[in-house]
Antibody, heavy 125, light 110 residues
Framework: EVQLVESGGGLVKPGGSLRLSCAASGFTFSSYSMNWVRQAPGKGLEWVSSISSSSSYIYYADSVKGRFTISRDNAKNSLYLQMNSLRAEDTAVYYCARERNPVCSGGSCYFLDYWGQGTLVTVSS | EIVLTQSPGTLSLSPGERATLSCRAS???????LAWYQQKPGQAPRLLIY???SRATGIPDRFSGSGSGTDFTLTISRLEPEDFAVYYCQQYGSSPRGLTFGGGTKVEIK
C-alpha cells in the first residue's frame, strides 16, 4: 500500500525557517518524481515544487522561488522541503504527492496519484 | 502562465441528480495534462480523472471527464451522498514548468 506521511509542520515566526519531511513507503520511491502542494486555510490548492526521481530536475512556483528548497534522499525514501524567510501567506497545509507520467493518447499524462494527509505550517508572530 | 477557471463556484444538487462541473483554461491545454481531484473536508485530495477522460483506479463509472482545448468538463451522472465535496481541475504547464489548479467547485447538498 502506498503511504506518504508528512511531518515537521508547526508554528513559526515571520522570517523563520522550517523543514518539512515526507516519508514514503509501499512503492519504489527512487523511481518517481515527487511534489509539494499547499492549501491555505479555506482556500484552494497551490502547487509549490517538484523534484525528479534522481533530483536532476527541480521546479518551484514563483511564490516560493529563492526561499524554499526541495530535496530528496532515495536511500531513506524521504522527500524534504526546506522553507526559509517564511511569511504569513505561507500559512497552509503542505501535502507531498507522488507524480505520475504514463503514456496517454496524445502524449504523456501528468498528474498526482497519491497524496499524504498533510502537515500544517502556521506563520505568525 | 495558464489560468484555470472553474464554474460554478458552488453547485447545490440533490442525491441522484446529475452534476456538471466546468474547467476553462486561459489558453489551449493538452488533454493529456488535464486532471480532476476530489477533496472532502479534512482530507487530502483524491485523483479522479487524468488525461481529461481516464478514470483513476477504483473510481466509480458515474464519474466521467471530457473536453479538449480550453474547455473541460467533469460529470457525475448520479450523485451519491459521498460525492458531496470540492472538485479541482489541474493542468501541467511546460513554460513555466509546474502544475496549476483551478479554484475549485463545491458540490453541496440542496
Amino acid at each position: 500500500e502506498v503511504q506518504l506521511v508528512e511531518s515537521g509542520g508547526g508554528l513559526v515566526k515571520p522570517g523563520g525557517s522550517l523543514r518539512l519531511s515526507c516519508a514514503a513507503s509501499g512503492f519504489t520511491f527512487s523511481s518517481y518524481s515527487m511534489n509539494w502542494v499547499r492549501q491555505a486555510p479555506g482556500k484552494g490548492l497551490e502547487w509549490v515544487s517538484s523534484i525528479s526521481s534522481s533530483s536532476s530536475y527541480i521546479y518551484y512556483a514563483d511564490s516560493v522561488k529563492g526561499r524554499f528548497t526541495i530535496s530528496r534522499d532515495n536511500a531513506k525514501n524521504s522527500l524534504y522541503l526546506q522553507m526559509n524567510s517564511l511569511r504569513a501567506e505561507d500559512t497552509a497545509v503542505y501535502y507531498c504527492a507522488r507524480e505520475r507520467n504514463p503514456v496517454c493518447s496524445g502524449g504523456s499524462c501528468y498528474f498526482l496519484d497519491y497524496w499524504g494527509q498533510g502537515t500544517l505550517v502556521t506563520v505568525s508572530s | 502562465e495558464i489560468v484555470l477557471t472553474q464554474s460554478p463556484g458552488t453547485l447545490s444538487l440533490s442525491p441522484g441528480e446529475r452534476a456538471t462541473l466546468s474547467c476553462r483554461a486561459s489558453q489551449s491545454v493538452s488533454s493529456s495534462y488535464l486532471a480532476w481531484y476530489q477533496q472532502k473536508p479534512g482530507q487530502a485530495p483524491r485523483l479522479l480523472i487524468y488525461g481529461a477522460s481516464s478514470r483513476a483506479t477504483g473510481i466509480p463509472d458515474r464519474f466521467s471527464g471530457s473536453g479538449s482545448g480550453t474547455d473541460f468538463t467533469l460529470t457525475i451522472s448520479r450523485l451519491e451522498p459521498e460525492d458531496f465535496a470540492v472538485y479541482y481541475c489541474q493542468q501541467y504547464g511546460s513554460s513555466p514548468r509546474g502544475l496549476t489548479f483551478g479554484g475549485g467547485t463545491k458540490v453541496e447538498i440542496k
